[in-house]
């Protein structure tokens, strides 16, 4: 969160690169951290890591997609 509230610096496209970086390393961070709390409480199956594993992959499909351009 620290990160995403900076100020921009000027550098338009440096930082533009480094917003998905930035995501996907959330992302990954996110999974690890509810894998292992899973763990902890005895809940994590291979259905149950899949679901979450498979729900972050679909939202990194979705949020990386490009629009398409208009057919105008």
């Known amino acids: 969160m620290l990160f995403l ?3 921009p610096s000027g550098r338009g496209r440096r930082q533009r690169a480094a917003a998905p970086a930035l995501r996907r390393g959330t992302e990954v961070t996110v999974i690890v951290g509810l894998l292992l709390l899973l763990r ?3 809940g994590l199956t291979v259905i149950t890591g899949g679901f979450i594993v498979l ?3 679909i939202a990194e499909v979705i949020l990386s997609a ?3 351009p208009s057919s105008r």
């Open 5 to 7: 509230s900076l100020p």
């Open 40 to 42: 902890v409480v005895d």
């Open 55 to 57: 729900g972050f992959v």
């Open 66 to 68: 490009r629009p398409s």
